[in-house]
C-alpha cells in the first residue's frame, strides 16, 4: 500500500520559517512528481510547489514549479540521505496558514494541479500568528 507521511508543521510568528518533509511507503518517490498543496480553513486546496520526476532522477533540465504566492519564500527539495521530498518554507505569513499535504503523481514534468496526483498524505498544520 502507498502513502505518504508529512511532518515539520508547526505555530510559527510571521517571518519565521519552517521545513516540512514528505516521505513515502510503499512507492519510489524518484519514480513519481512529488507536489506540496495547501488548505486554509473556508478554501480550496492550491497547488504550491511541485518537483518532477525528471528532477528526482537528476536531469539537470528539469526543474521545479511554484506558485506566484511563493516564490522566493519556499524552497522545494529532494534529501536522499533521507529518502524524502522536502518544502524550506521562509518569511512566512499569516495567509500562508493552513493544512499542507505531499502527493504523488505518475507524470514526468512537476504540476501544481490537484487532478494529477493519485497518492495523498494526511497533511501537516501550518500556523502562521503573532
Known amino acids: 500500500q502507498e502513502q505518504l507521511v508529512e511532518s515539520g508543521g508547526g505555530l510559527v510568528q510571521p517571518g519565521g520559517s519552517l521545513r516540512l518533509s514528505c516521505a513515502a511507503a510503499?512507492?519510489?518517490?524518484?519514480?513519481?512528481?512529488i507536489g506540496w498543496f495547501r488548505q486554509a480553513p473556508g478554501k480550496e486546496r492550491e497547488g504550491v510547489s511541485s518537483?518532477?520526476?525528471?528532477?528526482?532522477?537528476?536531469?539537470?533540465?528539469?526543474?521545479?514549479l511554484y506558485a506566484e504566492s511563493v516564490k522566493g519564500r519556499f524552497t522545494i527539495s529532494r534529501n536522499n540521505e533521507k529518502d524524502t521530498v522536502d518544502l524550506q518554507l521562509t518569511n512566512l505569513k499569516p495567509d500562508d496558514t493552513g493544512i499542507y499535504y505531499c502527493?504523488?503523481?505518475?507524470?514526468?514534468?512537476?504540476?501544481?494541479?490537484?487532478?494529477?496526483?493519485?497518492?495523498w498524505g494526511q497533511g501537516t498544520q501550518v500556523t502562521v500568528s503573532s
Open positions: 518537483f518532477g520526476r525528471a528532477v528526482l532522477i537528476g536531469r539537470p533540465d528539469a526543474r521545479a
Open positions: 502527493a504523488a503523481a505518475r507524470i514526468n514534468k512537476p504540476n501544481l494541479d490537484a487532478k494529477f496526483y493519485e497518492t
Open positions: 510503499g512507492l519510489q518517490m524518484d519514480l513519481r512528481t
